[in-house]
């Protein structure tokens, strides 16, 4: 194939693995992509990565490749993540319809095993928690016995759909919002697939929070349960060419001030320069000084 090049060894010394190579593409393509931000440069691996010159082709690579600053936008970009995180409004809705598909591919004689997500999915029950105890110690195991009788029939469909889909998984009630259990336990931050290319975490989620796994430098945003479907089954995420913003950080937060008063200075100065629907990176000596908490903070209101 035309990238075949970009392929390199990635040389570990306990196991063999390889990526894909953006300045051997940048040498092909005589493009500086040492000089695409950091987000683009995710996107343009993945579209390297999947290239496949049907969904994917040459002139996608090559618009990627020559991202430039201030050019206009009209051309779509198809991504492909390397994983999708749901909360429990949308997620049972979607194991439904992928259940719903193995029951008409047994229908047709087809084998139903043959319906299974292309990516890991993870669903995150929080949403629809109800509170009908608070004020005791015990409260949170009455809750939880309470929220298991309740949704008992739901529950086992999820637990249905974990051991019937090799790629799904299911948190249940009692670990943290979606957006916290994502940052502190799904994100890997590098990926390997069954030919042992490694890969950088990126994910589609859905709820408009998912930008809190920004903070480690994972590019993932909020859509809606049909392309987050899509997703699932391997399909692109079409976006617009996107423009990329710099935010620019220095020194350090003073005693009391805390990430929500950077955050919400942050959120007027980007809507008041109307900053939507465009990719955000934070840059500067000032980034050094936040922890992950702070980072996440920022990421979760200010994407």
């Known amino acids: 194939m035309v990238y075949n090049s970009t392929l390199k060894d990635l040389g570990l010394k306990h196991a063999q ?55 206009k936008r009209v051309d779509e970009i198809p991504f492909v993540v390397a994983r999708v995180v749901l909360q429990d409004f949308t997620g049972v809705p979607l194991l439904a319809d992928i259940a719903a598909m193995r029951g008409i591919a047994q229908k047709n004689g087809h084998n139903p095993k043959l319906i299974e997500p292309m990516v890991p999915v993870d669903l995150v029950v929080d949403h629809s928690i109800m509170i009908d105890y608070f004020g005791s110690q015990d409260a949170l195991d009455l809750n939880m016995k309470v929220e298991f009788e309740r949704n008992r029939e739901r529950y086992e469909f999820m637990k249905w759909g974990m051991q019937a889909f090799d790629t799904f998984g299911v948190v249940p009630p009692g670990f943290g919002i979606v957006h916290q259990v ?17 890969y950088p975490d990126s994910l589609v989620g859905t709820d408009s929070h ?57 959120t007027n100065m980007l809507r008041s320069a109307n900053v939507v629907g465009k990719f955000v990176e934070f840059c500067g000596e000032g980034t050094a000084s936040l922890t992950v908490p702070d980072r996440g903070t920022i990421a979760n209101m200010a994407p």
């Open 210 to 266: 998912t930008t809190m796994i920004n903070a480690i430098g994972v590019v993932g945003w909020g859509v809606g349960g049909i392309e987050a479907e899509a997703a699932m089954l391997g399909q692109p995420v079409y976006i617009l060419t996107p423009d990329v913003i710099g935010v620019e950080l220095s020194g350090q937060l003073n005693p009391g001030v805390t990430a929500t008063d950077l955050v919400l200075t942050v």
């Open 182 to 198: 994502n940052l502190e336990y799904f994100a890997r931050g590098v990926y390997k697939d069954q030919r042992n290319v490694y």
């Open 17 to 71: 693995g390889s990526y894909y190579s953006l300045p051997e593409l940048g040498k092909i393509l005589d493009a500086d992509v040492n000089r695409l931000p950091h987000s683009i440069r995710i996107v343009l691996e993945s579209v390297l990565r999947n290239f496949d010159g049907q969904r994917i082709t040459e002139e996608h690579v090559k618009q990627v490749a020559n991202w430039q600053p201030n050019a």
